[in-house]
Structure formats: structure tokens, C-alpha cells
């Protein structure tokens, strides 16, 4: 999801245009766009069957039978050319324009109709690549249209990304007989090295005035190449602000993650490297008031020394408005200053002892680094309620969670720390989960 926000800006026009009256509709064949070494000088192939093209009133219509005027591309810093046999064709760049950040770029049997009120292209094939970025995505459509058509104010007719950020559409192209693009993303963070990858079928990607939503399906996602997430099918809508008048992706993404709604899903966490599965099966994801609520019907972690299942969850959870939800890291340290948890039942088993042993009835509450706990467990045969009182934070240095043990209360008025412990290793299995006197170190 976090990653379709770039890909969306990338997909606009190849160019931003300087003040013009501009119309176009293009029947391609395939472009081919490779940036000169210098950045100046021929820079790829259009073919194409027909063009229609009025610039300020001068209009073109070409219909490019045997192929008479399959193009030579050429770039200046402020300029995109066409060269023929019969001669050239341009349109004057705005300083920094968006095609001065493109390496590469491929259309592939492809139909763009560009003009005062809309931005329509649709193709088979389109590939691109930058300095951070690698996109492919296979029978697409993408529209944006004048916010005038929907009756809002504002917005000039050849603002091309004031329009997209107030109305846009990006799903599957009906043309080639499916409502569902395929995408495929690779990215890479120059800041941190981490690497990205993203794919997914796209039902749709909507942005109106006010609103953000998608619907993906089949998506996975990896990370550096051992952290995996997998989910059948992705429904959310989100905030958007509705005086955004550009493509600002930073705000479209932190409105939207500070505002959201996710419908139950089920989705798959792998860690090659730690060698864990999380398999969650989601009820519902709502962010809104700074508060993330999450209800988990059922999730179980795996790794070589256990299984620990998880029932029945609630998670109310304080979140500020710049930590991103969709680093885990970032969510647990706002967790730790408020966060209200109830959770059905905790059960862990090992490989040499199916049945195990389980936590009920757990209710944890965190306020400014003081947590309390309560819980059924079973001490001596007997189910029993048993009460924690402890610090929590989280170590972003060791990626860890702490929880330090300062009081407890046990049946028949037992108050040790140290029998408490005991117990909670009998369990609470994991090789994620350790035990040192009264602290106990959970890593992420």
C-alpha cells in the first residue's frame, strides 16, 4: 500500500507544460525513452498509427500509414522533440519538469487523449525507471479530470496535476477485456539502502477531492529481501485534504495514514531471516483522533521453537500524526505513552508438546511508560487471575520491547516477582521472548 504513492506520481504525463493550450490523442505503438548520458541529445523511438494534436492552435492529424512518421525522440533541458522524415515537433518544458527525473521510460500499444479536460492513458504495457524507482505495470488506465466536471472551483484547465490531485483514477484497462492492472514496483531508499519490492493487481486507486481509496488484490510486498508481507486482498479508504492542489505525495501519504479505514483481511508476515510467519486474519484497521483500533479475529506466529496463537483482539493505541503506520517500530514506541489491549486467549505449543500452555482474559493498559496487566493463568493446575504492574519502552537501538516488572499480585496473596516469572516462562514460549530477573526483553 505505502508504496503506490510514488507510483502514482509517475505515472503522470511525461511532461509538465509550460502555459499552453494543449490537446492531444495518441494511438502508440510503442515509445521508447532512454535519457542521454548528458542529458541532452536523442533519447529513444515513438511509433505510432495516428496523432491529433492542437498546440495553441496549431493543429497536426497524422495518420502514420507504412509507418512514414515513426519518430526519433530528442531532449533539451527545456524542450522534447520529435524528429521525422519529414521534419520536427516539440513542446517547451517547465524548468524542472517532472521527464527531467526519468532514466527510462516504455509504452507499449498504448492510447493517451490529453486536452482541457482530462488526462486519459491507457495501455498494455508501460515500464519506468529513475534514480530510486522501477515500475512495470501491465493493462492499465489512468484518468484524471478538470475539477470543474465535478462542479468544484478552482483549478486551471491545463493544470494537469492540480487535476489528478483533486480527481483521479487508476485501474485495469476494459479495453483489453480486465479491470485489473498488474503492478509490479521496485524502490530503493539512497538514504538507508533499503530496498523495496511491490507487487500487486490493482482493482483500483482512486483520489477525489477529499478522499483517498484502493483496492488491491494478490499483493506482496518485500523488503531487503527477507521481510515479507502477503494479503489477498487490500480495501481501504483514507482522508485526503481537499485544498491539496499538486501530487504532493508526502502529504497524500501522511493525511491518509493519519485518517484510514481497512476492511478485514488476511494477511501472511514472513522473516527469512529470523525464519517467523505471522499469519493475521484482521477484522478491521481504523485510524482517526491519533488513535489506531485494531480487531484481530485470530493470528499465530511460527518460528523452529514454538507456535503462539493469538484470539480475540482489541488494540487501542495512541499514534502521532508523524509516525508512519506501516513502520511497526515507530507504532509500538507510541504505544508505550497510551495503548488499551484485550486479547481472548495467548496459546503456545512446541514441537514436542502439542497442548501446550495458554494466557486468557488478558487486559493491558500503558500510560506515559506505566503499564499494568492482568490475565488468567494457570499457577499449580489452577486458573488464576494474576496482576502485573511494570515500566515498558521501547529500545529503537536494539529493536526491542521492555518490560520491567515491578510489583505483581498472585493467588493467595502472593506478591513475588520472581514465582511470577517462573510462571510466565512456563507460558509464554518464544525464541523472540526473553527472561532476565524481573525484565522481560520482546524482540521486533
Known amino acids: 500500500m505505502k508504496k503506490l504513492f510514488p507510483f502514482l506520481i509517475m505515472l503522470m504525463p511525461l511532461v509538465s507544460f509550460a502555459e499552453t493550450k494543449l490537446s492531444a490523442d495518441l494511438t502508440i505503438d510503442s515509445l521508447r525513452f532512454q535519457r542521454p548520458v548528458k542529458g541532452v541529445g536523442k533519447a529513444g523511438t515513438l511509433i505510432f498509427k495516428n496523432a491529433n494534436v492542437n498546440n495553441?492552435?496549431?493543429?497536426l492529424n497524422i495518420n502514420n500509414v507504412n509507418n512514414f512518421f515513426?519518430?526519433?525522440?530528442?531532449?533539451r533541458p527545456t524542450f522534447l522533440g520529435f524528429t521525422t522524415q519529414f521534419g520536427n515537433y516539440g513542446f517547451t518544458l517547465e524548468d524542472g519538469s517532472l521527464l527531467g527525473t526519468i532514466n527510462t521510460l516504455e509504452l507499449t500499444n498504448s492510447k493517451l487523449i490529453l486536452d482541457e479536460t482530462q488526462l486519459n492513458l491507457a495501455g498494455e504495457h508501460v515500464a519506468y525507471v529513475d534514480a530510486e524507482n522501477s515500475i512495470n505495470m501491465k493493462n492499465f488506465r489512468l484518468y484524471c479530470q478538470t475539477p470543474v466536471l465535478e462542479g468544484t472551483p478552482g483549478g486551471s484547465s491545463n493544470d494537469i496535476m492540480a487535476n489528478c490531485a483533486s480527481y483521479l483514477t487508476l485501474n485495469g484497462s476494459y479495453a483489453l477485456a480486465n479491470d485489473t492492472a498488474i503492478l509490479e514496483y521496485k524502490g530503493l531508499n539512497t538514504l538507508t539502502g533499503d530496498k523495496t519490492t511491490l507487487k500487486s493487481n490493482v482493482k483500483s486507486f482512486d483520489i477525489r477531492k477529499d478522499k483517498l481509496s484502493f483496492k488491491l488484490d494478490q499483493t506482496e510486498t518485500v523488503s531487503n529481501g527477507t521481510y515479507i508481507i502477503k494479503a489477498s486482498q487490500v480495501v481501504a479508504d483514507c482522508a485526503k485534504d481537499p485544498a491539496l492542489k499538486d501530487l504532493n505525495i508526502e502529504k497524500l501519504q501522511k493525511d491518509c495514514l493519519n485518517k484510514i479505514k481497512v476492511a478485514p483481511m488476511k494477511a501472511n508476515l514472513i522473516d527469512n531471516e529470523a525464519k517467523s510467519k505471522f499469519d493475521l486474519d484482521i477484522k478491521d484497521i481504523t485510524v482517526q483522533d491519533k488513535i489506531v483500533y485494531l480487531s484481530l479475529n485470530n493470528g499465530a506466529l511460527s518460528d523452529p521453537a514454538s507456535t503462539t496463537f493469538i484470539n480475540d483482539m482489541l488494540l487501542n493505541c495512541?499514534?502521532?500524526?508523524?509516525?508512519?503506520?506501516?513502520?511497526?517500530n515507530q507504532v509500538l514506541k507510541d504505544c508505550t505513552t497510551y495503548a488499551r489491549i484485550s486479547i481472548g486467549e495467548i496459546k503456545t505449543t512446541k514441537p514436542d508438546d502439542k497442548k501446550g500452555s495458554s494466557i486468557k482474559k488478558i487486559a493491558i493498559s500503558s500510560s506515559a511508560g506505566d503499564l499494568i496487566v492482568q490475565a488468567d493463568v494457570k499457577i499449580l493446575g489452577f486458573n488464576s487471575r494474576v496482576s502485573i504492574y511494570g515500566l515498558v519502552n521501547f529500545n529503537e537501538t536494539k529493536n526491542e520491547l521492555v518490560i520491567t516488572v515491578t510489583d505483581t499480585k498472585l493467588p493467595l496473596g502472593f506478591t513475588s516477582v520472581s514465582m511470577l516469572?517462573?510462571?510466565?516462562?512456563?507460558?509464554?514460549?518464544?525464541?523472540?521472548?526473553?527472561?532476565n530477573k524481573n525484565v522481560i526483553t520482546i524482540a521486533m
Open 56 to 59: 495553441n492552435g496549431i493543429i
Open 70 to 75: 515513426d519518430s526519433q525522440i530528442f531532449i
Open 318 to 328: 495512541k499514534k502521532e500524526t508523524d509516525t508512519d503506520l506501516l513502520e511497526l
Open 421 to 435: 516469572m517462573y510462571f510466565l516462562k512456563r507460558s509464554l514460549i518464544s525464541k523472540d521472548i526473553k527472561y
